[in-house]
């Protein structure tokens, strides 16, 4: 098993449309969570972090949940801007080899 | 505020060649990293260097693979001889601080893009 798993898509859906994405973790010691955004051939860029608690930032929502090891990453209102890549992140410790990827998930959002 | 910089941008080379990658990362970013990022997953961690010295190699292929950050400030990375799945974008990070303890941000640059034949 992989030690982040995310669903590779694409999920393709129309422009206004809400969609949402769960990425799964293997380690329950795991401390720290993000969402970072890839464009085509560009560099990850970091999209929020992912707090216990939730948190919003415009159209987009973080979700944790340590009991089930997953975090979610809700876009509302999606646009066409939207489209791209979105890389998963957990930190399993203080280290950076301890920060894994995940493979990512890839959205395209049509008109 | 200028990015984290890093050259080629591009190269093809043959198995059996070397080459090598430079970075130079924002300024005042103590913690540069390297990630080798093969087509369709996820950035992989090479090797992390805390100023000058190196804090996490232990991904890193030390038969073929090794880099350096001598005067703390930009570094390079160098493979050789190349293999075919050495192929992949090989990029380049900094931090203000160590692992993602804090701000949970990484600066990465638009990386180099390698082609081994």
């Known amino acids: 098993r992989k030690e982040v798993e995310q669903d590779p898509g694409p999920f393709n859906v129309p422009e206004g449309a809400t969609v949402a994405f769960n990425c799964t973790y293997s380690?329950?010691?795991?401390?720290?969570f993000f969402w970072y955004r890839q464009d085509c051939r560009k560099e990850p860029k970091l999209l929020m972090s992912?707090?216990?608690s939730g948190n919003e930032d415009g159209r987009f929502t973080a979700q944790l949940n340590r009991a089930s090891q997953y975090i979610s990453l809700l876009i509302r209102d999606s646009k066409l801007s939207d489209s791209a890549t979105y890389l998963c992140v957990v930190n399993k410790g203080s280290s950076a080899s301890k920060i894994i990827f995940g493979s990512g998930t890839r959205l395209s959002i049509r008109p | 505020e200028a990015g984290v910089a890093q050259s080629p941008r591009y190269k093809i080379i043959e198995k059996r060649q070397s080459v090598a990658f430079w970075c130079n990362p924002i300024s005042g970013h103590a913690t540069l990293y390297w990630y080798q990022q093969i087509l369709g997953q996820g950035p992989k961690l090479l090797i992390q260097f805390q100023n000058n010295g190196v804090v996490d190699d232990s991904q890193l292929p030390k038969d073929r693979f090794s880099a350096e950050r001598l005067k703390g400030v930009d570094s390079t990375l160098k493979i050789q001889p190349a293999k075919l799945e050495d192929s992949a974008v090989y990029l380049c990070?900094?931090?203000?601080?160590?692992?993602?303890?804090?701000?949970?941000?990484?600066?990465f640059g638009e990386g180099s893009r390698l082609t081994v034949l």
């Open positions: 380690n329950s010691a795991s401390q720290s």
């Open positions: 990070a900094s931090s203000r601080t160590s692992g993602l303890m804090n701000t949970g941000e990484l600066f």
């Open positions: 992912v707090y216990s």
